[in-house]
């Protein structure tokens, strides 16, 4: 029933589409009355664009808009009024997309006869942006003709496609940080233009974080839509003078990090598993390095970074909170060229170079730690083999003009061992992810355009429980998925997407396998899990005028499970009371759930508009974890089944959005309510590894977030950076938890402040700095003690009744630039500092009983005593330095 209900809405507003149309011809024979004497042009087309309800673009510069005119028009048709006062002036009109658009009459314009004059033909402009430098693809560059006041921006691969009139027009192309370029086309036909922009010069770049709008129309923008480039990457303090991917995206309003070591992040209410993070379109499920102070996504390797956290678009879903979509940098296709950052904690290497000039390329980027310097500082002649590396390649080339490929591949690693003299013996852990895609784009004609992909992701986490590594526990997620994109650029006003999806994912929630006599043995309790998920998705990005834009679609994500499994059947009790297996490749469980998307936005002027959305989205995968530590370990991934329903979540938005002093700072405002359905919640004390019943001790209830978010941005000139600010509520509601009542999620935070400032002397110094704020995360602290044998025992009360104290930090850098710009050999120095003023933030409290011999109270400890219940807390990080040098040629 639902789903033949928006079919129907959908269908209802291709036809308003339609319509549309046919009712702005009408308007041009609507009879209006204009009288007027000495008044300037301008002030007339106001008064006709009023009486007769349609709208006029045109250029300031080519159209005389003070010209006296004087007339006087009883009850005639606007197009006769129209001839009549343009006529005269030289003055030639066309109705261009619902608008009449005013242009200097061409010499030949008399001699034509009126049927030839109307109606206007058109053709399509179409092609490629690119950097003049690398040939880089351009991503969200500015493609537009202000006369007509049309245009449109590049997509993901640097394609574009502009319909216009055919004749002479003047189109422009622009990037933010690049030069601008104008193109005089005299369209006949259909037209490929391919543009190579240059980098704009030192003093002139910009910091490239923006909502994705169209700079030469009326700004519409999308709600919680942003994106960065790796412009501003570069100008980030980072961690120890590597700047972080992920650490950027936590100074945005409405995405909140944990906190200090750690690459969780939350969006708007929701969990850190309801993020999906892609880099060329394949998934990655654990981003960090470090146990999360650095991310695996080296800024060398990243060309854009588009998040969506509000108005999701019908292509992405399977995360209910965020979707960022990572493009990994292609590979210079002109020149050879080396990058390189020397630093204490971690350093980097990059190489790019043709393979075929202009038509093929090559790029590896490699990042490695250099941390074992610091067991001179261990004390008790403790130590420990702490590394990580990642491996970034890609290679794309040209298959003639209507098609191209790519391949990316990723590769992380990290493992950590600690050998200490303690009667306590840990062994180690590991954790990889291994990343593939290939991707096939294809031009069938300049207004369709078609990408294929197949990738993969690989994640696996070991505890090692040996020392020769040979007796672990490890948990896997598996992924491989086929899908192929359709981008229809019907027209200017309406742009098609379609698509379709074949998802398999495989997982295991974590087995043990022990070392034998003669070989290893897998001790398997605990089923793994196989799931296949089916998509279909349709939408349509519509302009209704200048004023109006619609974004409206459906996904259609199917999923169904399959064995070989054991299924557990569990009471209201959440006890055993049957169990079934089901074979290899037999079908035990489908799920079909349509997710609508729509959003509607209205320009108030040239500098505001106003945008609301609503999205629903499905997530059939989960990840099972009740620490609340700030390091990503032990992940447990499971799909939903028999006994885990999907999590649903359905989101509002409204947003502002303003452009003033001159275009110069740009303010937005937006509010949300956002509502989940099925949401995971666990039993006290609940055992997650390697527990074959895992599934009993899951609780399901429901949660909603609300918040208001204001970002205020100056993206040029030599001081620029954002201010943003997020108030916002995270609620969960679970039956058999907290009596039933509702109580705050573990990274609820009411407050969330984060500055940015970056300033360029343009000559060789630059400064940066960032300032972040926000409330301390829930805990449940005990409302008292009791006496029991000797014992100190706490009492609880409600769920997450206290907060740990507010987390702030302060981390500054400056780069000197040890030649001037304009060499092909570049290279600085860079010294960050983060946390600077020693903040020590704390992740956890403890109420410990055992003391060292200098009677210092261990964090953590739960050993038998009779020393006082005295709370301590645990920080991870205090003062860190650094000093990189980094390399380019």
Not at 118 to 137: I, K, N, Q, Y
């Amino acid at each position: 029933m639902f789903f033949r209900k928006w079919v129907s809405f959908l269908t209802f507003l291709l036809l308003v589409c339609s319509l549309h149309s046919q009712t702005f011809s009408q308007e041009l024979e609507k009879k209006i009355s204009i009288h007027s004497k000495n008044l300037p042009l301008e002030e007339v087309l106001t008064q006709i664009s009023r009486k007769g309800e349609l709208q006029f673009s045109y250029s300031s510069t080519t159209i005389p808009v003070n010209q006296a005119i004087s007339c006087s028009f009883t009850s005639k048709p606007v197009k006769v009024i129209l001839n009549e006062i343009l006529g005269p002036l030289g003055i030639a009109w066309i109705v261009v997309e619902n608008q009449v658009v005013l242009k200097k009459m061409s010499p030949d314009w008399e001699s034509e006869p009126e049927t030839q004059k109307r109606p206007v033909r058109f053709g399509v402009v179409s092609g490629s942006v690119h950097d003049g430098l690398t040939g880089e693809a351009l991503i969200g560059a500015s493609v537009a003709v202000r006369e007509l006041g049309k245009g449109t921006t590049t997509n993901e691969y640097g394609y574009y496609s502009l319909e216009l009139p055919l004749g002479s027009s003047e189109v422009e192309f622009s990037f933010l940080g690049f030069g601008t370029r104008i193109r005089s086309v005299t369209l006949g036909n259909d037209t490929v233009i391919t543009v190579e922009l240059n980098e704009a010069s030192l003093g002139m770049r910009e910091v490239v974080i923006s909502a994705r709008d169209n700079e030469q129309l009326p700004a519409v923008n999308q709600p919680g839509d942003f994106n960065f480039s790796g412009a501003t990457l570069e100008q980030l303090p980072g961690f120890a003078g590597d700047v972080d991917v992920l650490k950027a995206l936590q100074l945005l309003p409405g995405i909140r990090s944990f906190g200090d070591g750690s690459s969780l992040y939350y969006v708007r209410g929701g969990n850190n598993d309801q993020n999906l993070l892609m880099i060329d379109e394949a998934p990655i499920y654990n981003p960090s390095h470090l146990f999360g102070f650095y991310s695996v996504l080296s800024p060398d390797a990243v060309n854009d970074m588009e998040i969506y956290k509000g108005d999701f678009p019908a292509r992405y879903g399977g995360r209910a909170s965020s979707v960022i979509n990572i493009t990994a940098r292609e590979g210079n296709t002109k020149r050879f060229s080396v990058n390189g950052n020397l630093g204490s904690y971690a350093s980097a290497l990059t190489i790019e170079f043709p393979l075929v000039h202009e038509k093929a390329s090559f790029l590896f980027s490699s990042r490695f730690s250099t941390l074992n310097w610091l067991n001179y500082f261990m004390d008790n002649g403790g130590s420990f083999d702490l590394y990580f590396y990642d491996i970034n390649v890609k290679f794309n080339a040209k298959l003639g003009q209507k098609d191209r490929i790519f391949f990316t591949g990723f590769f992380g690693k990290d493992k950590f061992n600690r050998f200490t003299n303690s009667v306590y013996r840990t062994y180690g852990i590991k954790w990889e992810n291994l990343v593939g895609s290939i991707r096939w784009n294809h031009l069938f004609n300049p207004k369709l355009f078609s990408n294929t992909t197949l990738n993969m992701s690989n994640y696996d986490y070991s505890l090692f429980l040996s020392s020769d590594e040979q007796s672990y526990w490890k948990s896997s997620i598996v992924s491989t998925t086929l899908k192929s994109d359709f981008t229809w650029f019907l027209n200017p006003a309406n742009t098609l997407r379609a698509g379709v999806a074949v998802s398999q994912h495989k997982s295991d929630p974590g087995n043990i396998t022990q070392e034998g006599d003669e070989e290893q043995v897998e001790v398997r309790p605990v089923s793994k899990y196989t799931s296949m998920e089916y998509i279909l998705y349709l939408s349509n990005e519509q302009k209704l005028g200048k004023r109006w834009s619609l974004n409206y679609g459906i996904r259609l994500p199917v999923w169904q499970d399959f064995g070989p499994a054991s299924i557990y059947f569990f009471d209201p009790n959440h006890q055993v009371i049957d169990t079934a297996f089901v074979g290899k490749n037999t079908s035990y469980n489908i799920f079909f759930s349509p997710e609508p998307r729509l959003s509607v936005g209205f320009a108030l002027s040239n500098a505001s508009s106003l945008k609301t959305s609503y999205s629903r989205i499905t997530q059939f995968i989960q990840q099972l974890s009740n620490a609340t530590g700030p390091f990503t370990s032990l992940e447990v991934w499971v799909p939903a089944g028999p006994n885990i329903q999907p999590l649903k979540a359905d989101q509002v938005t409204l947003g502002y959005f303003l452009k003033f002093a001159s275009d110069r700072l740009f303010f937005s405002a937006e509010g949300f309510y956002k509502f989940f359905r099925n949401h995971i919640d666990y039993a006290d004390h609940a055992n997650l590894l390697y527990n074959p019943l895992l599934e009993g001790e899951l609780r399901f209830g429901r949660a909603w977030a609300y918040g208001v978010e204001l970002m205020l941005r100056k993206p040029a000139g030599k001081l620029n950076g954002w201010v943003g600010y997020t108030w916002s509520r995270a609620i969960t509601e679970t039956e058999g938890i907290n009596n039933g009542n509702p109580y705050p999620a573990s990274f609820d935070s009411p407050n969330n402040f984060s500055l940015f400032l970056s300033y360029d002397t343009r000559k060789r110094w630059s400064f940066s700095a960032n300032w972040v704020y926000m409330t301390g995360n829930p805990v449940t602290m005990p409302i008292g003690f009791y006496a029991y044998n000797g014992y100190s025992v706490p009492l609880y009360g409600e769920k997450n009744n206290d907060r740990l104290p507010d987390y702030h930090r302060l981390d500054l850098a400056v780069v000197y630039r040890l030649n001037r710009p304009g060499n092909r050999f570049r290279h600085n120095l860079s010294v960050t500092v983060y946390n600077v003023y020693g903040r020590a933030n704390p992740f956890s409290v403890n109420f410990n009983k055992y003391q060292d011999g200098q009677g210092n109270f261990v964090v953590p400890s739960n050993l038998e005593g009779d020393y006082e219940l005295v709370p301590t807390s645990i920080s991870v990080a205090g003062i860190i330095p650094s000093i990189n040098y980094q390399f380019k040629f």
